[in-house]
């Protein structure tokens, strides 16, 4: 099974595609993270860094992940 998982993602902590990506992967399936937000850390800390990204980026993901599997 192949599944596109668009959340946010941080680089510290286990919330969006940082918390769904690894249980998938450990039951077979195969996933394509494509974040909708790149974050320091989850929100709840003193400080957060971070974007929302553009639509056109993260529909650029979505498309580019699906012709990749294509072949």
């Known amino acids: 099974m192949n ?3 668009i959340q946010s993602q941080v680089a510290y902590g286990h919330v969006g595609n940082s918390a769904a990506v690894f ?7 195969d996933v394509t993270a494509v974040p909708t937000t790149l974050l320091s850390n989850r ?3 003193p ?17 580019a992940a699906r012709s ?3 072949k």
Do not use: E, F, K, N
């Not at 249980?23 to 399936?29: A, T």
């Not at 400080?47 to 498309?63: F, H, M, N, P």
């Open 3 to 5: 599944v596109i998982s």
């Open 43 to 45: 929100p709840g800390y």
């Open 23 to 29: 249980p998938m992967q450990m039951h077979g399936i």
């Open 68 to 70: 990749i599997r294509r």
């Open 47 to 63: 400080t957060i860094r971070g974007r929302v990204l553009d639509a056109q980026c993260c529909l650029g993901s979505r498309s």
